[in-house]
């Protein structure tokens, strides 16, 4: 059901006021976003050291772990864009439901998905990736997978203070994992500090500390502080609330399906490096930490986008919820030229972080990753733009769409395109990487078309209020 209304324009809901009111939402997320990219930077650029097959092999679990954590992410996501329209129309019941019904579908999820990494070898096997990265590979994710529900749960209650417009408190929370990763990985991984040398062993139980530590402050947080403590989102835990919990999967799982369409191309890219040996995988895993970490940007952005629209439509204003779409889009638009001005200024000095020079393979693992950094430069703009658009959709209850729109976009046009060039046209990884710009070009296009459609009909989700009166 759609609900249609007309909202005239005024100085307190204009562009101007709607670009700082976004601006001042966005920032704290945007910088959550580039400290938990910096845990994952710091894991890569310490696992480096120890040479391609730990490199290779911990990509590998890393990939596997990120598909699954995509999934459940995409799933809880839902909880941004229904707490924000709860608040929007003043229902701070509805609020905290979402947000403990939210930490249900995390134990959901993540149960079946420990039992699931424990068939890490297995599985990569099955996959035909390199035999020696199965051993680096299997001890990495050891560890790593107990990382997955912790993570899960920070992302519901990230949301859930990201939505009363208190993004400040996750990023407190991430950065302060930040030093503690760092500290763990350097004793752990490297024998520091007197703690035994533990290699990839290591890596996994630092990665499982911080995201507990991290989970633990931001619960402490939301059930304890003055602002969020009336929300109780700890009361009646064990009490179902099944049609919040319907919900979050009838919103969640198309966004998860997108989000997997997405994460699922690129992984699918990466085992398929897997044919052309460790060099490639090791190249391509460094080549994609810079636009990951400029990635950081546009997917704050993009959850910033999910709540000032759902706010807006849960006070049931069209007006205010698509002009709060399009200036998220914009402001992608203006960094995402910075970006790839970036990526292509400085591709050799970044990649060699990630590589100890000192080692006899390092010279040709830098030369690809630079090669490959050239791609990178020119999918960072529909990158940008189609996560914006996204998060933007989403603040509209809009899920089923976009998730087709990716499934065409990706697998329909950029592993087409990627195919072809790799093994027919016989540009092996870098064919690939030409299928990475294909896919998000497209992607951005259709999503921003999509947001475009919708906000000349002033389309609005039910909400909470709608379905009271």
């Known amino acids: 059901?759609?609900?249609?209304?007309?909202?005239?324009?005024t100085a307190a809901t204009g562009w101007r006021t709607e670009l700082r009111r976004m601006a001042r939402l966005a920032l704290p997320i945007v910088a959550t976003q580039l400290a938990w990219i910096s845990l994952l930077s710091t894991d890569t650029a310490m696992i480096g050291r120890l040479g391609q097959e730990p490199l290779a092999g911990a990509s590998l679990s890393m990939m596997l772990f990120f598909l699954v954590w995509v999934a459940c992410f995409g799933i809880v996501t839902a909880t941004a864009a229904l707490a924000a329209q709860a608040y929007g129309a003043r229902q701070p019941?509805?609020?905290?439901?979402?947000?403990?019904?939210?930490?249900?579908?995390?134990?959901?999820?993540?149960?079946?998905?420990?039992?699931?990494f424990r068939f890490t070898p297995e599985i990569l096997m099955f996959l035909d990736q390199p035999p020696e990265a199965l051993p680096h590979a299997h001890a990495y994710m050891e560890w790593l997978m107990w990382s997955l529900p912790t993570s899960?749960?920070?992302?519901?209650?990230?949301?859930?203070?990201?939505?009363l417009n208190r993004p400040g408190w996750a990023l407190w929370v991430m950065m302060s994992g930040v030093p503690v990763n760092a500290a763990l990985d350097y004793a752990l991984i490297f024998g520091n500090f007197g703690f035994p040398r533990m290699e990839l062993t290591g890596a996994g139980i630092a990665t499982a500390v911080v995201n507990l530590l991290m989970f633990l402050g931001l619960l402490a947080v939301a059930v304890f502080h003055r602002r969020f403590r009336?929300?109780?989102v700890l009361g009646?835990?064990?009490?179902?609330?099944?049609?919040?919990?319907?919900?979050?999967?009838r919103i969640g799982l198309p966004i998860a399906g997108q989000a997997l369409l997405e994460s699922g191309f690129f992984i699918a890219c990466v085992m398929l490096m897997g044919q052309f040996g460790s060099l490639a995988i090791a190249a391509t895993v460094i080549a994609l930490q810079l636009?990951?970490?400029?990635?950081?940007?546009?997917?704050?952005?993009?959850?910033?986008?999910?709540?000032?629209?759902?706010?807006?439509?849960?006070?049931?204003?069209?007006?205010?919820?698509?002009?709060?779409?399009?200036?998220?889009?914009?402001i992608a638009l203006a960094y995402m030229t910075v970006t790839t001005s970036l990526v292509l200024t400085i591709p050799e000095s970044f990649a060699s972080i990630f590589i100890d020079t000192t080692r006899p393979d390092s010279a040709a693992v830098l030369s690809l990753a630079v090669s490959y950094l050239f791609f990178a430069a020119f999918f960072q703009a529909g990158d940008s733009v189609q996560a914006v658009a996204a998060g933007a959709l989403r603040g509209v209850s809009d899920t089923a769409v976009p998730m087709l729109i990716a499934g065409a976009s990706y697998w329909g046009i950029g592993l087409a395109t990627g195919l072809y060039l790799a093994f027919e046209a016989g540009m092996e990884g870098a064919g690939l990487w030409a299928g990475f710009v294909a896919g998000l070009s497209s992607a951005a296009i259709?999503?921003?078309?999509?947001?475009?459609?919708l906000g000349r009909r002033s389309h609005l989700p039910r909400t909470p209020a709608a379905r009271t009166g």
Do not use: E, K
Not at 93 to 116: D, E, K, M, N, S
Not at 236 to 249: H, L, N, V
Not at 446 to 453: K, S, V, Y
């Open 152 to 163: 899960v749960g920070f992302t519901v209650l990230r949301n859930f203070v990201s939505a």
């Open 446 to 453: 259709l999503l921003t078309l999509r947001f475009r459609a």
């Open 93 to 116: 019941r509805i609020v905290r439901r979402v947000v403990r019904q939210g930490l249900w579908v995390t134990i959901t999820l993540t149960v079946p998905a420990l039992v699931l």
């Open 236 to 249: 009646r835990f064990w009490r179902p609330d099944w049609q919040q919990y319907r919900a979050i999967f």
């Open 1 to 9: 059901m759609t609900a249609t209304l007309h909202t005239r324009p």
């Open 291 to 330: 636009p990951h970490v400029a990635f950081m940007v546009p997917m704050g952005l993009a959850q910033a986008a999910t709540v000032r629209v759902g706010q807006a439509a849960g006070r049931r204003d069209a007006a205010g919820a698509y002009r709060a779409g399009w200036t998220a889009v914009g």
């Open 230 to 232: 009336a929300y109780a």
